[in-house]
């Protein structure tokens, strides 16, 4: 009989299917074996009653087996998913060990045994969701024209400060890992307009936090003739469309991470626009004791959006604390013109962004002010040399957006192998 997906058999119901998969729960008893079957697409609890012929195989099977199994479907309120196969044959593919994960393990004890333990339920459910995020972000660049392109990760520049770079030996050359894709989006508007990449960014972040990984996934997008409210409204529709296709394809999935689906239809534009100026004000308000100029940390950001329920743009922060690039606010040149996206709930920042600085003696004077050597940019001010235009664009941590829409704890649930300080293994 041909195999079936879990989910094709709950339809069958009253006709015979054949499943395969892993063991998922087990538990034995005189009169029944309860096998609980996992495959990609769900779980099914198989019946093996002790005058079926595999009974005694059925008995002798550990969790995380690979078995087939072919038996009658039928409805059972009891069982988890509403049916269950009354089994009639089993074929153990592989018996397995002894599952080292048992209930109640320390989370340090899960990323020791992250390789075994991407096959949990959270982490199958977190995983399918990051996959409709990619899909309907290409999704929606694709129909509003933009190009994918591929920038390099190996790199001879500092896009975000020298404190966080990977370096590496680039045969005998100093070379880092990517921190971001900008200044190359930025050299690749010319030919295509409005260009977007999706890559591996890396930070060597020293400490640890809840939000920060030293390898992450980054959609970038950079876009000629833009301003930075042009270019909030690009990322305003992007993630509305994301939220809208994760609610509509995972409903499911969602509620088992504690998310109402609600809360995703709800992100819809326009979003809450706040000036750094007021969100300062505010803060002070609140009793926060920060002054004019400061960043806004963890701390300050979720005091922000606690009771927020879509996400808010921070625009014009202080020049002195953000990067070379961003253009000078021509109105307040104590500010540039950009935006960070805070997402709602307190989850912190998901997006930075900004409007980038076209004139060249500015760029030179601020990576000068951050000795920054100016040889190595030399490529990157050519580009404000040939055919110069006003120019804008962002990039979203794709895990911040996973952590906020699962509702995570911690960053590093929302990546298969998290790589952080203290950890590159396995
Ligand atoms: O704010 P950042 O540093 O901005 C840039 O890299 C710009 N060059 C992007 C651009 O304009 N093309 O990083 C962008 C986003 C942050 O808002 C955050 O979501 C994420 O990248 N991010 C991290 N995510 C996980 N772990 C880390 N260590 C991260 N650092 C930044
Ligand atoms: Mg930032």
Not at 199 to 221: D, I, N, Q, V
Not at 257 to 279: H, M, Q, T, V, W
Not at 308 to 320: A, M, R, S
Not at 396 to 409: A, D, P, Q, S, T
Request: glycine share 6%.
């Amino acid at each position: 009989m041909e195999i079936c997906s879990i989910r094709e058999s709950m339809a069958r119901e009253g006709q015979k299917a054949r499943v395969r998969g892993w063991v998922y729960r087990h538990r034995a008893s005189k009169t029944a074996v309860f096998v609980i079957v996992r495959d990609a697409t769900g779980i099914i609890q198989c019946t093996f009653k002790p005058d079926s012929k595999n009974f005694a195989d059925a008995e002798k099977l550990l969790m995380e087996s690979a078995i087939e199994i072919e038996g009658t479907v039928k409805k059972d309120e009891r069982a988890p998913g509403g049916f269950e196969i009354g089994a009639e044959c089993l074929k153990t593919i592989h018996l397995a060990e002894r599952f080292p994960i048992t209930k109640d393990q320390s989370p340090e004890f899960l990323l020791d045994n992250r390789h075994l333990w991407v096959r949990s339920r959270q982490m199958t459910e977190m995983m399918k969701i990051k996959d409709t995020l990619l899909v309907s972000a290409r999704e929606w660049f694709h129909s509003q024209s933009w190009t994918e392109v591929t920038p390099p990760i190996l790199t001879s520049n500092a896009c975000e400060g020298g404190s966080t770079l990977f370096e590496i030996d680039y045969f005998g050359q100093k070379g880092y890992l990517s921190q971001s894709a900008q200044l190359y989006l930025e050299a690749l508007i010319f030919s295509l307009g409005k260009v977007y990449s999706i890559t591996p960014s890396f930070r060597a972040e020293k400490s640890r936090t809840r939000r920060h990984l030293a390898e992450y996934w980054h959609l970038e997008g950079e876009s000629a003739f833009a301003g930075n409210d042009d270019n909030m409204k690009t990322q305003e529709q992007l993630i509305s469309h994301i939220c809208q296709r994760i609610a509509e394809k995972h409903s499911a999935e969602l509620k088992e991470l504690g998310r109402d689906p609600e809360d995703l239809l709800r992100i819809k534009p326009p979003f809450k626009r706040l000036e750094y100026d007021s969100a300062i004000k505010i803060l002070q308000k609140k009793g926060i004791q920060i002054e004019w100029g400061a960043d806004l940390g963890t701390e300050e950001e979720r005091e922000l959006t606690a009771n927020e329920k879509i996400p808010v743009f921070v625009t014009n922060y202080p020049k002195h604390i953000k990067a070379f690039y961003m253009r000078e606010n021509p109105k307040d040149p104590r500010t540039v013109l950009n935006a960070d996206l805070l997402a709602p709930e307190g989850y912190g920042e998901m997006v930075g962004g900004s409007e980038r600085e076209t004139d060249i003696k500015k760029l030179i004077e601020r990576l000068e002010k951050e000795s920054i050597p100016i040889k190595n940019y030399e490529w990157y001010l050519d580009l404000r040399k040939f055919g110069s235009v006003q120019h804008s664009g962002f990039g979203l941590g794709v895990e911040r957006l996973i952590r906020w829409v699962c509702k995570l704890e911690h960053i590093n649930e929302a990546v298969p192998f998290p790589r952080t300080m203290n950890r590159i293994y396995p």
